[in-house]
């Protein structure tokens, strides 16, 4: 991996993949396959892929990223993504992320092959953190948790309350993925500032199952699109981009771009490349969504018939695994404090979504939530049917975030949420509700709300 900087009037990162060697090892095909990055800061994203394109057939891809910077840099955590079927590690680059800074009022460009391994990073651990490995469950996979314990714990009696935290290896180094929540930073600065009473952090790591686990649903996705609208712009093949809707009115957009179809699915803001199958059927791998363009009587394609596989829905059995095993062990080996005022339960994305489930389901066991960049859009908006569903407000106390880098459908989804539950009859100062702009779905953006998050349940 190489970088050279020039004189540029933007603030952007031109990247070149070099990807011959995964071609010659015959599970990447160029024909077939598109490469791209993804990564934790707009306009990369850990969801979607931003696509490279070879354009000189030499099996170097090239994409210009233009990043907003108000400092003089800012620092990424990026991968290289091939979107394709039946790929080694599922197309992800394996290893850790790759970190790169960008610096501000120069063109960045970036030179990195498929083969490249990122530099080993340095434990960011602060204060008294500690792991537990290999925590055993009989129903679900085996994973660490990775826990906190505030100054002065080993030298006393005290019991302290606890928070109980979803993708636990991200919380409080680095070295896992790139960035990390920095709460064990937060939790030091603030106790020993004695704003905060001490506490006790628990994060619970997610397994190759984190999808399945954080949803409180079989979600089953099939959908049949009729066009709406066609564009303009004049293709060689029968199949014209525009938008097309389903009875209910949830929409589908579509273009044909030199013969490669892009979409923007239900639920998000990003155009998607989607991989050929046939000359009429086209696969989304990131989504798992197959495409049929049907045909009808006049020859036309004006009809998309749009599935995936069933998913997710292990919830109840991921919550049972937090109550019935990985709680009983905290209690009885540490010194919590027990009962809903003294324990807390948070996460974000589909973390901040089983947080949200978890916590209705067992408002007697969670008294506060921390719910960050919910995916209220699973399954037809889902949790927002619970939320209606209750027969009355538990009136927990609830940190409710969303960035506004995230997307206008997570804004809007969030704010549903929020809704809801006033509507419900929540009491409004139970409820924190934060959005932030230009924050991204991002380690680094839920960093930023650290010192909030604990101060919202920690005060004194």
């Not at 490249?116 to 679900?140: H, I, W």
């Not at 981009?241 to 239900?266: A, H, R």
Request: glycine share 8%.
């Amino acid at each position: 991996m190489s970088l050279a900087q020039q004189n540029y009037n933007k603030d952007t990162l031109k990247v070149l993949i070099k990807m011959d060697k995964p071609q010659k090892e015959g599970w990447f095909n160029p024909a077939k396959e598109s490469v791209g990055l993804r990564g934790d800061i707009a306009p990369l994203s850990w969801s979607n892929t931003m696509v490279a394109e070879d354009f000189n057939e030499d099996l170097i891809y090239e994409i210009s990223l233009p990043f907003k910077i108000s400092l003089d840099s800012i620092t990424i955590s990026f991968k290289i993504k091939v979107d394709g079927a039946d790929n080694p590690n599922g197309g992800w680059q394996e290893g850790q992320n790759h970190v790169f800074t960008i610096k501000r009022g120069v063109k960045n460009v970036l030179h990195i092959a498929w083969e490249d391994k990122p530099a080993a990073l340095k434990s960011t651990k602060t204060g008294n953190v500690q792991m537990v490995e290999d925590f055993k469950c009989r129903y679900l996979a085996n994973r660490n948790l990775h826990i906190y314990f505030p100054p002065g714990y080993e030298g006393s009696d005290a019991k302290y309350p606890v928070l109980y935290m979803h993708d636990g290896q991200m919380l409080f180094d680095q070295i896992y993925g790139g960035s990390e929540w920095q709460l064990d930073e937060a939790a030091e600065k603030l106790i020993s500032s004695d704003v905060v009473e001490p506490f006790i952090i628990v994060g619970v790591s997610n397994t190759s199952d984190r999808i399945d686990e954080y949803t409180p649903t079989r979600q089953k996705w099939s959908h049949t699109f009729h066009r709406q609208s066609a564009d303009e712009v004049k293709v060689k093949s029968d199949i014209k981009g525009g938008i097309f809707v389903t009875e209910d009115s949830t929409i589908l957009k579509v273009k044909n771009q030199s013969d490669t179809i892009y979409v923007i699915i239900p639920g998000s803001d990003t155009w998607q490349r989607t991989i050929r199958k046939s000359k009429h059927q086209f696969y989304l791998q990131r989504a798992g969504i197959n495409f049929e363009f049907i045909k009808d009587s006049k020859g036309d394609y004006n009809t998309i018939k749009a599935t995936k596989p069933p998913m997710g829905g292990k919830g109840d059995d991921y919550a049972k695994f937090l109550i019935e095993k990985v709680m009983p062990y905290i209690e009885n080996n540490y010194r919590v404090k027990k009962g809903p005022n003294n324990t807390a339960l948070g996460g974000s994305s589909l973390g901040g979504l089983i947080t949200m489930y978890i916590g209705l389901k067992y408002p007697y066991k969670f008294g506060s939530l921390l719910v960050l960049s919910p995916s209220v859009w699973w399954d037809n908006k889902y949790i927002l049917s619970e939320v209606t569903s209750l027969s009355k407000p538990t009136n927990q106390r609830i940190f409710l975030y969303v960035g506004t880098g995230e997307g206008q459908s997570t804004i809007d989804n969030t704010k549903q949420l929020y809704n809801k539950l006033l509507a419900k009859g929540w009491n409004p100062e139970s409820i924190e509700y934060i959005v932030t702009p230009d924050a991204t779905q991002s380690e680094k953006a839920w960093a930023e709300q650290a010192e909030n998050m604990l101060r919202f349940l920690f005060e004194k």
